[in-house]
């Protein structure tokens, strides 16, 4: 096998550009041959050139003199020619001159050559992220190649791939002003910008545009783009070449260009405006912006103009930018109009008014549809619209400044989301231009590099490629230097923390989410995190002192430990304000611990800002706690709550689960109510705690010998009449033993006061010891005749994870899967092909379930898909829901009327947190019953079903109730 010596005894193999005349591709050769410095500590020579060396490097185009002359006789060329950013690797022997091994780099085109470079240099160990996650590359003492580097690369998948710089105020700005000496990004900082989105085989980009102007600021930045091989455009609202800001900062030294953003009032100094800025980006290489919005951002005509009025006056600037591009910058590119926000409404038109997708003017231009600004696709393309030539483009979002809630901060995108979402665009044609808003750049790593990577090589990671986001996320830290053991657990923390963020935003999460006793929700997501530290922790010390350590700081051990502090606080502060309303002293414990989350989240942030001599100041110095608008003007830290408690001890108790309570004492006690089945839920749980500031001493007795109740402080079973003591809380498990039961509906547990005030009771001539009774209220199920696995009902309710199906059947155009990770519990179902509606039953792929209702009754049926939206303009998202054989309901998991992306407020609550609840009633039976969901309406992703017995009040929690148990025979 054929072996290529790149570096060995301390020479590095020289290499040979031969450029053809294209432009640029001498300077992305020298990164190259900086790449092999990195690695080797030796820079190769770069030569114009063949020399007698043993080992060489070629470079070149499928043009190039020597790719023709001589090298076209040993490959095949055909697989190179007339592809778009393709590259060939070969070993070649004895081609040229005797005993001479080249390593031959041969692009399709000036991209391709790129593309094939770096790849080498990923080879090497140099990842795309070196500089902007400092992840190290190793140095080697040796770098030899076999004939496994040899491939030919496909085309890309999707033809324009790349990323949005924005909303990068106070962040990127100020970071960029600190390190590059401007808060206007200049060609020094956008070289490794250029640089960064070329290793990640990215193609295109939308500059930084708040507070700067991209060719304006700077016209080197656009000619450096075009020396380095990338494609600029522009923003939904940036037309021409222009950036946002240029009209405001122009008009005042340019009279022609006019006073007023109107096509209406101004056409005549918006056209001299646009022609300017195409003449001036005319000889470098755009893909042109067309359209046209208000000011920054805004709608373009007032509120009181019609459809029809806006339709108008768009194609009449749309028509006006086609002639000057035509005349001033003609391209072998199309144009691109971003169909967003109020501009789908113009797109699409009305049964009155047609829209812009009926105007042929457009046909051969890109559409770039867009998400909802919270990574949720809008309506895609039906068949007739995906045969007009141009094709679509999606603009999608890891970062939104807006309503309802900004989220500029961190990773929040978890890699399965953006799988379902991007791979169902793809499916339906979006296939011309993909492009994410990224912020800052920085805290974006992980889902940058997917995205880019899904549209570079869809037939990899895409549709049929399911549930590969785990291998994904193992493969990116691997190429950050984490091998073995270390990069397998921090793929698992990545995934940990963006599942939290996936659940609800940090910005978006306040004290009330997660519920303090409904579902033991908060005990449980606090475990979680607990456990996710402590692991971050113990990995942190492993890479401590060595290369990979600050890499690790920045991908997992800041991120998982900052978005841990945030909804730590938040969950303590719901836990404060209910220990403070139930007058417990454990109250006043929280309070303290969301000071000390605050604190610890504080200084994580100066950590990240001051280590490694401050390379990243100022990236996280974003507000991301607390916001009750859409702006970070009314941020909130969470509030504490603090109790004074009474000198005496106080004995307050409650059930877990529940948020009633009681006193002791006679005139304010009541009896708690603990319900148990045997079959379903066997365990239940309550605490005892101090109201006051003296220990409390007291004793427990309970009814029956078929309770057993265990500390859970010390683990030991009680004894009956056993003593305990303390000084803020001690927390009990209660067990029904059935073999035991003496068949009694009812049990009382009490809790007595063995230091509390006895009081004289007149009416009874006698004394009251403080007291509070909990009933134990038994239930059982009558399994008897049940021959199948099913879930149980307990506690009123019934709840499934939608995975967790008796049976999958598949039509015979669909079948349902599974994505593992998916959403904000277990997984996601949805039908594929995802481009399918399912109006007839019999050609819908199904679900079925199998519960065991307690009694008789029109249970509250409770769907939760994830928060899609209709690929249908106006559409739906139904689902068919079916018990025990009847007729399916189509259930629509938005509301019918008034669900309005940007608008409505059951959009807004949807967006924030991250689910649709769909519901209905279903005649259920005592016993047994199948539950059918079936296909009807696309982008529906089941995440579970909840059934809520009639006579049980719906209990509020963030996340629905806790899988049922599942009864299996």
């Not at 522009?234 to 109107?262: I, K, M, V």
């Not at 679509?392 to 890699?415: K, Q, R």
């Not at 409505?904 to 949807?910: E, K, L, M, P, T």
């Amino acid at each position: 096998m054929a072996k290529f010596e790149l570096f060995k005894n301390g020479k590095a193999a020289p290499i040979l550009l031969e450029d053809n005349g294209v432009f640029g591709l001498e300077k992305m050769t020298g990164i190259f041959a900086k790449d092999i410095k990195r690695v080797t500590g030796v820079t190769p020579k770069v030569l114009k050139e063949l020399p007698k060396d043993e080992f060489v490097i070629y470079v070149g185009v499928c043009e190039s003199k020597t790719v023709s002359e001589k090298l076209a006789g040993y490959i095949d060329l055909s697989k190179l020619k007339g592809k778009m950013e393709v590259y060939g690797i070969y070993i070649l022997e004895d081609v040229i001159n005797p005993g001479q091994k080249i390593l031959a780099i041969i692009g399709s085109d000036k991209r391709g050559a790129i593309y094939g470079m770096f790849s080498i240099s990923e080879k090497m160990g140099v990842s795309p992220w070196y500089y902007w996650a400092d992840a190290k590359v190793k140095r080697q003492s040796q770098v030899v190649f076999d004939e496994s580097i040899c491939r030919v690369s496909k085309e890309p998948s999707v033809k324009y791939r790349g990323f949005f710089i924005n909303d990068e105020q106070p962040c990127f700005g100020n970071w960029a002003r600190e390190k590059f000496g401007s808060i206007r990004p200049c060609p020094e900082l956008y070289e490794k910008i250029f640089e960064l989105l070329l290793r990640l085989k990215g193609n295109y980009l939308w500059p930084a545009m708040w507070r700067s102007d991209f060719t304006l600021d700077h016209i080197e930045n656009a000619q450096l783009a075009n020396e380095m091989g990338v494609i600029m455009g522009a923003s939904h609202h940036e037309p021409c070449c222009r950036s946002g800001q240029e009209f405001q900062t122009l008009r005042r030294d340019n009279p022609q260009y006019g006073t007023d953003w109107s096509f209406l009032s101004n056409a005549e100094g918006i056209t001299e405006f646009w022609k300017d800025g195409l003449i001036r980006n005319k000889d470098f290489e755009n893909l042109i912006t067309i359209g046209m919005r208000g000011e920054n951002d805004s709608y373009l005509m007032p509120e009181d103009a019609t459809l029809e009025d806006n339709i108008n006056v768009l194609k009449k600037a749309i028509t006006k930018q086609k002639e000057l591009i035509a005349k001033y910058a003609p391209s072998e590119h199309p144009q691109l109009l971003a169909i967003y926000k109020e501009v789908e409404d113009y797109y699409f038109g009305d049964e009155n008014t047609k829209g812009l997708k009926d105007w042929d003017v457009l046909d051969n231009d890109i559409m770039m549809l867009c998400d909802d600004n919270f990574a949720n696709v809008r309506t895609l393309p039906d068949e007739e619209l995906r045969k007009k030539p141009g094709g679509f483009g999606m603009y999608y979002h890891f970062d939104y400044f807006g309503e309802p809630v900004s989220y500029l901060w961190i990773n929040s995108s978890p890699l399965t989301k953006v799988w379902e979402q991007m791979t169902m665009a793809y499916d339906y044609g979006i296939r011309s231009a993909w492009i994410v808003n990224v912020g800052d750049i920085k805290n974006q790593e992980l889902p940058l590099s997917y995205f880019i990577d899904l549209a570079y090589d869809f037939d990899k990671w895409g549709t049929k490629a399911i549930n590969k986001t785990d291998e994904y996320t193992l493969q990116f830290f691997n190429k950050l230097g984490f091998k073995d053991d270390v990069g397998v657990q921090a793929a698992e923390l990545a995934t940990e923390y963006t599942k939290w963020n996936g659940r609800r935003r940090p910005e978006a999460l306040h004290h009330d989410h997660y519920h303090p006793c409904h579902e033991n929700e908060a005990r449980h997501i606090l475990n979680r995190i607990y456990e996710a530290t402590e692991k971050s922790e113990d990995l942190y010390q492993k890479v401590k002192g060595t290369d990979l350590e600050e890499c690790f700081f920045q991908e997992v051990y800041y991120p998982v430990n900052a978005v841990a502090e945030i909804n730590k606080m938040q969950i303590y502060s719901g836990l404060n304000e209910l220990y403070a309303k139930q007058h417990k002293t454990k109250a006043n414990e929280y309070a303290k611990l969301i000071t000390e989350c605050i604190e610890r989240e504080r200084s994580l942030t100066d950590e990240f800002h001051t280590r490694n001599n401050g390379k990243w100041n100022h990236m996280q110095s974003v507000y991301h706690i607390g916001f009750t608008h859409w702006n970070d003007e009314q941020c909130q830290l969470p509030i504490s709550h603090y109790v004074n408690p009474v000198r005496d001890p106080r004995l307050i108790v409650s059930v877990v689960n529940q948020t009633d309570y009681t006193w002791a004492h006679r005139w304010t006690r009541h009896v708690l109510k603990m319900p148990l089945c045997f079959e379903s839920n066997k365990l239940g749980e309550f605490e005892v705690a101090n109201g006051g500031l003296r220990a409390l001493e007291y004793h427990i007795d309970w009814e029956g010998d078929w309770i057993e109740i265990t500390d859970l402080s010390t683990g030991e079973t009680l004894s009956k009449n056993e003593a305990g003591r303390t000084d803020v809380s001690n927390n009990y498990k209660v067990k029904i033993l059935k073999d035991k039961w003496d068949h009694k509906p009812n049990a009382m547990i009490r809790i007595y006061v063995d230091n509390g005030e006895v009081v004289a009771d007149e009416s009874e001539n006698c004394t009251s010891v403080p007291v509070v009774e909990i009933q134990v209220e038994v239930s059982t199920l009558d399994l008897s005749e049940v021959k199948e696995n099913c879930f149980l009902e307990g506690n009123g309710v019934i709840s499934i994870e939608a995975a967790h199906c008796a049976s999958n059947k598949s039509s015979k155009l669909a079948e349902y899967k599974e994505i593992k990770g998916f959403g904000r519990t277990l997984s996601g179902m949805k039908a594929y092909p995802q481009n399918i509606r399912f109006d007839n039953t019999e050609d819908a792929p199904v679900l079925s379930y199998k519960v065991f209702a307690a009694e008789d009754g029109e249970y509250t049926c409770q769907i939760y898909a994830a928060a899609s939206n209709p690929v249908v303009y106006h559409g739906k998202l139904s689902i068919g829901v079916a018990a025990n054989g009847a007729d399916r309901i189509a259930v629509n998991t938005i509301p019918d009327k008034g669900f309005d992306p940007w608008k409505s407020a059951s959009w807004r609550v949807g967006v924030l947190d991250n689910i649709h609840v769909g519901e209905c009633k279903l005649a259920l039976k005592k016993g047994l019953n199948e539950i059918s969901l079936s296909a009807i309406d696309p982008a529906v992703v089941i995440e579970k079903i909840v059934l809520w017995n009639p006579n049980t009040e719906i209990r509020k929690s963030y996340l629905g109730p806790k899988e049922s148990k599942n009864y299996i025979l």
